[in-house]
């Protein structure tokens, strides 16, 4: 992988006027780098830099040195196309002394073509919550692998997996409690939307198409079979969704994965002796405040976005 290497210096103001010259040296190895952050006039305390939640590895009275791996300090992995980047902050703060900063510290490389994330996609989102990590992403027509483009045509089927990682924690249920399409990575009051799953997680979408939730394979996987629609045709389109990790002991109608079967009405993914948690999908499911599993409570809810792709019509 070939490196960007960054190296600036940066001129820091005092808030008594003094100004500090310095110079950042950054060396990005291929799992790892170095940073060399040498004070020039200052009376900076070098030990007191941080880079992340990391201590300097060395310091002297003029320098402070990190060779730390990208897996340590709480540096973020950031892909976008065909770019990869860790990206971190470099900080400094004293009690005793008017200096205080923080200066971005980012490794840039091209994105390997055989590397993929955890979730397997190569279009994806990862979210960190608490002890607990949302991903979100595209996968193949089985669910076996990464989905191997993001253009779908009208009426075919975009596959939609969801997980939560849960190491340290009881086993946990996933739902998608709510999804919208817009065709903007951010939602506005003005943005016009397309609803997918609604009331507490009724896939409402299958009310008038072959949308449905697959059988789970795990319990912190949720599979989507979601039938391409016209909204937002051939325009780039992305889906917001709600995610929410519950107790499975601790389910009402505010927490369930419902879709509708024609000729056979609502059905519950997860226990059809249990269909009467969809009862209310055509009305109004009444919710309860989602509580953290920190606080002893039973669950754990994050907003997540996926996206772009586009929905093509075949007859065009």
């Known amino acids: 992988m070939m490196a960007f290497f960054w190296q600036c210096a940066l001129l820091v103001s005092l808030a008594a006027a003094v100004l500090v010259y310095a110079d950042m040296k950054l060396d990005c190895g291929t799992d790892f780098v170095t940073l060399v952050w040498t004070e020039g006039r200052s009376r900076a305390d070098t030990s007191l830099f941080r880079l992340g939640n990391c201590f300097p590895t060395s310091f002297s009275a003029t320098e402070a040195v990190f060779s730390v791996d990208f897996d340590d300090c709480d540096f973020r992995r950031i892909v976008t196309g065909d770019r990869m980047m860790f990206t971190n902050d470099l900080t400094y703060s004293s009690d005793s002394a008017p200096l205080s900063f923080s200066h971005p510290v980012v490794c840039a490389y091209e994105r ?5 994330p955890r979730l397997y996609a190569p279009i994806f989102n990862t979210y960190g919550l608490g002890d607990l990590e949302f991903h979100f992403g595209l996968m193949n027509a089985d669910f076996s692998g990464p989905a191997e483009s993001t253009s779908f045509p009208l009426g075919s089927f975009i596959p939609i997996m969801a997980s939560v990682a849960q190491e340290s924690h009881q086993p946990l249920l996933l739902f998608l409690q709510e999804c919208v399409a817009a065709t903007t990575p951010e939602l506005q009051p003005e943005s016009t939307l397309y609803p997918i799953i609604a009331n507490e997680g009724c896939l409402v979408d299958s009310l008038v198409s072959r949308s449905k939730f697959e059988p789970r394979q795990k319990s912190s996987e949720l599979h989507l079979s979601l039938q391409a629609f016209r909204f937002g045709l051939g325009e ?3 889906i917001h969704c709600k995610l929410v990790a519950w107790d499975p002991n601790s389910l009402d109608n505010s927490k369930k994965a419902c879709h509708y079967v024609k000729e ?11 269909r009467y948690l969809c009862a209310c999908c055509e009305s109004d499911c009444k919710s309860r405040r989602v509580r953290s599993l920190a606080s002893g409570k039973r669950g754990m809810a994050q907003q997540a976005v996926l996206g772009p792709l586009t929905i093509t019509d075949v007859n065009y």
């Open 236 to 238: 780039e389109v992305f």
């Open 112 to 116: 390997p073509e055989d590397w993929y």
């Open 264 to 274: 056979h009405g609502w059905e519950q993914l997860d226990n059809s002796a249990s």
